[in-house]
């Protein structure tokens, strides 16, 4: 009995002191669920890393007007439940005052409900456009989207006459929502899909469908909506076939690893993409030149491994929302809301934002740069 | 023509990675009746070990002889570490260890590799091979080839050597084959090192065409048993002919109907096999002998 007594003291004298010992401001906590392992890890990866990389880099300065921030962060493994679980624990339990997640568009939506009703500002760093069409009060995102992609790309071929265009996409979620966007879009741009073929997301081999798209009278193009490996082996099979009309890949493909995995095939396909993936042939007078060279130096240094843009969404996002409590001047979840939907001219890695109570993703077509790959690089082509 | 003929290269060259992947299958089915769902994991470690020797400066060759060794001694410590200990469980219940140990092992492979997407130089270069208006990459005609004779090397293996013989007289009652004195622990062994290398050789052997990463190894493994099951069970002439009809349906039904369904082709003409004859094309009825 006396051995119990004196725990309990001794519990409440550490609590007392526990207690004592926290700073006389709060820390703004900040959440985060993000798909680190599991399919969607090569995204969540780089994102998580960035955050982390961020939060210790702002309170190393001192944090947000003299407040430490603290980043609570889950691996939800691309899974939809699992990130319905963390954003409900982030915002009853950790009580944060916004969350940053939701790798992928599956994720992202399972989360949306729960920061709706907790009042708590979202912003997502996946792709599709349902995330923010129609507009959720309460749900920003930084990543550009797949019709963005598509009106991008439609644009190139326009401007060099072609119209007739071969699809092969791949039968995975972003790539089946591309799909569809572009061919909403096709009308818009005077496009007509003579081909609509696919491929699984492990196929070993897409000569098939190509042979099939190239056997078409009259096809002028062909664009290929995938990320994995799928676009590398369209590349190649679709040099092997020696198919003589442009290839358009989508930016899900925007990293270095894709030329090298494509290797000599890859020359000549063009696909839209961040400005981040070209960071050094900007030209000095491009607004995004500093941040995106910056990001890429800082990350590249933390973590020793290459950039990618989708480490810049995560970027992008926390700036957004740090700058957003900066003009705030509070970490009340309403204020902050409200502060995130007067973004306005912040230069990103994406692009440069401007949102509004219409667009909870500020994005528009000049945040894409056509790319070239030539010569085993990227050029950019205007 | 000259599509249909593109058609077969395709499936060719798809069908034998399918095929390689079924003989792995039926060498651990042969000595204990297990399924092993971590082949495609070896074939996955065959091509990531590779990738990543040659990074670290080993040239390519030596990398892949190497890459198929590791491979094989994981083969050999999973029998040890894994299946070895539960010898007295039920069929089902080794099977379940198995899909366990190929999830282990792609967590490792995520932490010691990484979780990119990997590849390296073709063989013999990648210029594509002409025939009749259709294209073949070398690397194909590699995968092809490969298959082939490991094929054949397993056929003889099976059919022409004791210790073959021994493998699938353990398969058969191992208590009878321990009587005769054969040593049922050492040909356990050696067909999970055996499967563990024919498995790396497929990796090896495709990574230049399919790229490879951690988890290549599921869809592999599933289709690969698909092929194993078409051709029946257990038989490495059924492996080599499953796993190219497989490949062929998927490239044919891509070409001439639609991609949407090539999957589903697939495994349509599969269960019409099963339904007819239950044990494959070419695997041998199940008799229980009481």
Known sequence: ?382 | MSDLLQFVFSGLTVGAVYALVALGFTIIYNASDVVNFSQGEFVMLGGMSTVFLSAAGVPLPAAAILAVVITAAVGVALNKFAIEPARNASVVTIIIITIGASIFLRGVAQIVFDKQLHRFESFSGDAPIEILGATILPQSIWVIFGASVIFAALYVFFTRTLTGKAVLATANNRLAARLVGINTNFIMTLSFALSAAIGAVAGVLVTPITLTSYDIGIALALKGFAAAMLGGMGNPFGALVGGLLLGLIEALTAGYISSTYKDAAAFIVILAVLFIMPSGLFGRAAVNRV
């Open chain 1, 1 to 382: 009995m006396t051995f119990l007594t004196r725990l309990k003291s001794t519990a409440a004298a550490v609590a007392i002191i526990g207690l004592a010992a926290q700073p006389a401001l709060a820390d703004i906590k900040i959440g985060a669920s993000l798909s680190q392992t599991g399919p969607a890890s090569f995204l969540g990866d780089p994102e998580a890393k960035t955050l982390k990389m961020l939060v210790d880099e702002i309170n190393a300065k001192g944090g947000i007007k003299g407040e430490k921030v603290e980043l609570v962060m889950y691996d939800d493994a691309g899974d939809a439940n699992n990130a319905r679980t963390f954003a409900t624990r982030l915002v009853e339990d950790d009580e944060v005052v916004a969350i940053i997640g939701g790798t992928t568009t599956g994720t992202t939506m399972a989360m949306v409900p729960v920061a709706e009703e907790a009042e708590v500002p979202f912003i997502s760093l996946a792709g599709a456009v349902v995330i923010i069409d129609p507009v959720k009060k309460w749900v920003f995102k930084t990543p550009h989207t797949d019709k963005m992609a598509c009106a991008k790309i439609f644009e190139d071929l326009k401007a060099r006459g072609l119209t007739r265009i071969g699809l092969i996409s791949g039968t995975g979620g972003f790539e089946m929502s591309m799909r569809e966007q572009c061919l909403k879009l096709a009308p818009e741009y005077g496009m007509e899909i003579v081909a609509d073929e696919s491929y699984g997301p492990k196929d070993a081999d897409m000569t098939p469908q190509l042979t099939k798209i190239a056997g078409v009278a009259g096809l002028q193009a062909v664009v290929n909506p995938g990320f994995g490996q799928g676009p590398a082996i369209v590349t190649r099979n679709f040099r092997q076939l020696n198919i003589q009309v442009p290839l358009y890949q989508s930016h899900g493909v925007a990293s270095k690893s894709f030329i090298e995995l494509a290797g000599e095939a890859a020359e000549g396909v063009r696909l839209p993409a961040a400005a981040l993936l070209v960071a050094d042939k900007l030209p000095d007078s491009d607004p995004q030149k500093a941040v995106v060279v910056g990001y890429r130096d800082a990350y590249e240094k933390a973590t020793g491994s290459p950039v990618s843009t989708f480490g810049g969404h995560a970027y992008d996002a926390f700036m957004i929302l740090v700058q957003a409590i900066e003009r705030a001047g509070s970490a009340e979840p309403v204020a902050i809301r409200d502060e995130i939907e007067k973004t306005k001219g912040y230069v990103g890695t994406g692009g440069i934002v401007n949102m509004s109570p219409e667009d909870h993703m500020g994005l528009d077509l000049s945040a894409f740069r056509m790319l070239e790959i030539r010569n085993g690089d990227w050029t950019i082509v205007e």
